[in-house]
């Protein structure tokens, strides 16, 4: 059934192209006869074009992987309070842009700054294509701005690493070895009820493995206090080192195609990809070179020609 769906969709995006088409086509010969204007005439036009690139961006999240969730990471950089309130806005500008695209966004962990903002949290997105769109946020977004924090009205530049892994769910195999597996709890922190800082019902979970890409011995660690239940963070931080470690094995096996795209400018780990310039108005991507002077509507979680822009050049 899920074939079958999938098959349909692409049938229907077929066919409502081919509409649009043929109403510019018959809004063209109207036009000739001074049957419509001309705005008439560009505004099926607009439609038409609209509809081939909804089907072309679908196209380009053919993947396995671009058809699931995404587990979204947002860390503070160096810099204190400025980089904290930094990674608090990005926070804010995922939450509206899921919101936007009618994805359910769960946060799993959440540590606050020390006066404002956060050091870190986990979003984890629900919702069709989520990697394969949140994909392209994975790197190091810089904020230039007049910071509200420094007495002397200087401008500064913060830093803050968004880091995107596929959500994986129960059809995805993913080998984890018990053995290698350990479980610390803690008294989670914040809102939530007695229960939760009174009992420990935060888990932090290291897995020792070998790195399917860097052959070398690596461990993961992951903090859940999403549940007001040990056995539920145990569960939930369980899913989240399968979304990782399945991560690595699509990075591994991106390797060789890696090697003969290495022209390409891709996203790597700790790249800075984005810049958001406040006293310039001006947001610009320096992978695909996309800018726009409407940093407030960024910010607040129109980045969908940012995501469309990173696709297109990166479309393989």
């Known amino acids: ?8 969709s692409w049938v229907e995006g077929y066919q409502s192209v081919a509409n649009a088409v043929s109403e510019v086509q018959l809004a063209m010969e109207f036009y000739k006869e001074g049957g419509v204007t001309e705005e008439e005439l560009d505004g099926s036009y607009q439609i038409a074009l609209a509809c ?3 089907l072309e961006m679908k196209n380009m999240l053919s993947r396995e992987e671009d058809q699931m969730g995404a587990v979204l990471k947002i860390v503070a950089g160096a810099g204190g309070t400025e980089a904290q309130d930094w990674a608090d806005m990005l926070f804010r500008m995922y939450q509206r842009w899921c919101e936007r695209q009618g994805y359910k966004a769960e946060i799993t962990n959440f540590q606050e700054g020390d006066e404002a903002g956060i050091k870190t949290v986990t979003l984890q ?3 069709d294509k989520a990697y394969g769109y949140l994909k392209s946020e994975n790197g190091v977004h810089r904020l230039v701005r007049v910071s509200p924090f420094n007495a002397q009205g200087k401008r500064m530049t ?3 690493s968004v880091f995107v892994v596929p959500l994986v769910d129960d059809s995805i195999e993913v080998e984890i070895n018990p053995a290698n597996l350990t479980w610390d709890t803690f008294r989670s922190s ?7 800082n ?3 019902t935060g888990v932090r979970l290291h897995y ?3 790195n399917p890409v860097t052959g070398e011995a690596d461990e ?3 903090e859940n206090t999403e549940s007001r239940s040990q056995f539920g963070n145990k569960d939930n931080a369980m899913r989240l080192l399968r979304s990782q470690l399945y991560e690595l094995e699509l990075e591994k096996r991106r390797a060789e195609s890696a090697k003969i795209e290495a022209g390409k400018k891709k996203i790597e780990w700790g790249s800075q990809i984005r810049s958001y310039v406040m006293d310039d108005r001006r947001v610009k991507d320096h992978r695909s070179n996309y800018q726009t002077s409407n940093v407030q509507a960024v910010l607040d979680g129109d980045i969908d020609a940012f995501i469309k822009a990173y696709l297109m050049q990166n479309n393989e």
């Open 190 to 196: 914040g809102a939530g009820g007695q229960n939760v």
């Open 220 to 222: 993961i660690v992951i």
């Open 125 to 127: 997105v629900e919702g």
């Open 1 to 8: 059934m899920k074939k079958v769906r999938e098959l349909k």
């Open 52 to 54: 081939v690139e909804e």
């Open 198 to 200: 009174k009992v420990e």
């Open 158 to 160: 913060s830093f803050t």
């Open 208 to 210: 020792k493995f070998k």
